[in-house]
């Protein structure tokens, strides 16, 4: 099972942008998918962006234009790159890989992003 590390949360203001990254202790070339969730104090854990093993990537709605998602195979690294960020974007991060269905195979320890207003 691989181990992910989250870096990058913070204070932003409003407007602002903020880099997270996401290291795995293993090489990340043939891991399936890997993502970014978040989750809001009193909210439900939401789906944020994903990328596949071959670069393809989707994201939610709300973070379409705004959000990017990338990875690097020779840093064994994934990436958030937000920008435009609101208020509503406060949650903490967590990166996941190995998508099995309805589960998956590793968490990280999540990363806190506050967003002023």
């Known amino acids: 099972q691989v181990q992910l590390v989250e870096s990058g949360g913070g204070l932003v203001q409003a407007g602002g942008s903020l880099s997270l990254s996401c290291t795995a202790s293993?090489?990340?070339?043939?891991?399936?998918?890997m993502g970014w969730y978040r989750q809001a104090p009193g909210k439900q854990r939401e789906w944020v962006a994903g990328?596949?093993?071959?670069?393809?990537?989707n994201y939610t709605d709300s973070v379409k234009g705004r959000f990017t998602i990338s990875k690097d195979n020779a840093k064994n690294t994934m990436y958030l790159l937000m920008d435009s960020l609101k208020p509503d974007d406060t949650a903490v991060y967590y990166c996941?890989?190995?998508?099995?269905?309805?589960?998956?195979?590793?968490w990280g320890q999540g990363t806190q992003v506050t967003v002023s207003s």
């Open positions: 293993e090489a990340i070339f043939a891991i399936n998918i």
């Open positions: 996941v890989a190995d998508s099995r269905g309805s589960s998956w195979g590793s």
């Open positions: 990328i596949t093993s071959g670069g393809s990537t």
